[in-house]
Structure formats: C-alpha cells, structure tokens
C-alpha cells in the first residue's frame, strides 16, 4: 500500500481512516463504524464510494455486519508467523504482539518422521527435539505450533528439552550457544487435515482442514537449523503488506 494516504482511491483512503481508529482503540470492537450516510456526508463522496468502504474494512477483517445491529468494529485475528516472530525478537527483544501470549504443551527427543527428516536433512528415525507451543490471544487459540531441530543442537542447548519458555526463542538460544545465526528462510503454505495430537490443542475434530505454514531455516553455512508448522485456527488470517515502489 502507498505510504501517502491523498494516493489512494477515496473509499480506501477512508477505510484506512477507520482502520487507524480501530487500531488505537477510538474505535472498540462493536463500535458501529460511520454509516453510509455519515461517511456522504463528510467526506463529499458518492453513495457508491461511501458503501465500498464497509466492504474493505469486512475484506480486511476489521468490521462486521451483524443483523439488527449493523456494521461494527472488530480487530481482526491474525497470526503471527514464525519469520515474523523471529524478526520480532530481533527488533523489539519479543517474539509477540500486544496481547500475545504462548504455552509450552511438550519438549523432548523423538524419532524424525519422513516429513521432519527431509526437512532436517537426517535419517528417518534419528532422534530430533520437538517443542510445541500454543499461542493465544484474547479471541483463544491463534495456532499450535511444532518445531523440530537436529538432535545435537541439545547437547549444547539442553534447554531445548525442557517444557518451558526460551527467553530468546529457539533461534537466539541456538544462536548464543553454536554460533549458527538463522539468515535465510523458506515458507509453504498449505491446506492440511489436523492429526489428533494437533486437534486436541487446537480445540477442532481430527481430520479438519486448517491453514498451514512450513517454515524452513538456514543459518550462515547453508546448513537447516530448524524446521516448524504452524497450524492455525478458524477465522484466522495470515497477511502481509507490501510496498511495490
């Protein structure tokens, strides 16, 4: 999206109005947001313009018609990826946002699945750390996710096995102990049926089908550091801006 708001189409610029109230909280969720007729009436556009304005802020996930009520503010439920969590902690010292919080659900050795092997670059059934975490908000579960590294990687961080928060993430323990910077990531989204260990934490029937984010990580010699999936949860968004000039 450009930086200069007096670029955008009218109906957008509006809607990016909104949207800022949204996010500063002048507007709460449930909030109506302004009407077809306020949004005519000041701000000299067409009926036309005024109604596309609801439509991008229900696009984007920051209103909702509710019948008898009307259109309302909400903020949308996005997920926050691993990549984003990394630079997160690289920027600001967290790897979440206002409001964000995880939970440790399992730390240990277990044998590589072939998915987990090829991805790690070891023998199917060689012992790899798995954690697993559930992140949630205050709308509930965002999503569970997995993440697998090379089974030495405990030896010299034996915090990896334990069922408890890393102060610095798996990047910036595995970091501080080996020297091994994560510089270069790959992402593969996908639709997958959720398996029973997943389901139960993820609060949906086995078999569901859930968004799915793969994340591969390279560090500065080209070797895999880790690899996660993430699988979300309904009415979540995974989103992203750019600015293409």
Do not use: C
Request: net charge negative; aromatic share 4%.
């Amino acid at each position: 999206m450009s930086g200069n708001p007096s670029a955008l189409p009218p109906y957008r610029r509006i809607a990016a109005v909104i949207k800022a109230q949204i996010e500063r909280g002048d507007l709460q969720p449930g909030d109506r947001i302004p009407s077809v007729r306020d949004i005519v009436r000041d701000e000299d556009v067409s009926v036309a313009t005024a109604t596309r304005v609801a439509a991008v802020l229900r696009a984007e996930g920051y209103a909702q018609t509710i019948p008898g009520i009307g259109t309302v503010a909400r903020m949308p439920g996005k997920m926050t990826p691993g990549p984003d969590r990394l630079q997160l902690q690289r920027s600001t010292g967290s790897g979440f946002r206002t409001g964000e919080r995880a939970e440790i659900v399992g730390a240990g050795l277990v044998p590589a699945t072939e998915e987990v092997a090829d991805a790690l670059e070891v023998e199917e059934g060689d012992s790899v750390v798995q954690r697993r975490r559930r992140y949630l908000d205050e709308e509930g579960v965002i999503a569970v996710s997995t993440s697998w590294l090379a089974g030495d990687l405990a030896q010299a961080a034996p915090e990896l096995l334990s069922a408890a928060p890393l102060p610095a993430m798996t990047f910036g323990l595995v970091e501080a102990r080996t020297g091994r910077r994560a510089v270069k990531r790959r992402d593969v989204v996908s639709l997958r049926a959720v398996p029973e260990d997943v389901a139960l934490l993820l609060d949906v029937r086995p078999g569901t089908l859930a968004l799915t984010i793969a994340n591969h990580y390279w560090d500065q010699h080209g070797q895999v550091t880790e690899y996660a999936r993430d699988f979300m949860s309904a009415d979540r968004q995974l989103a992203a801006d750019y600015d293409l000039e």
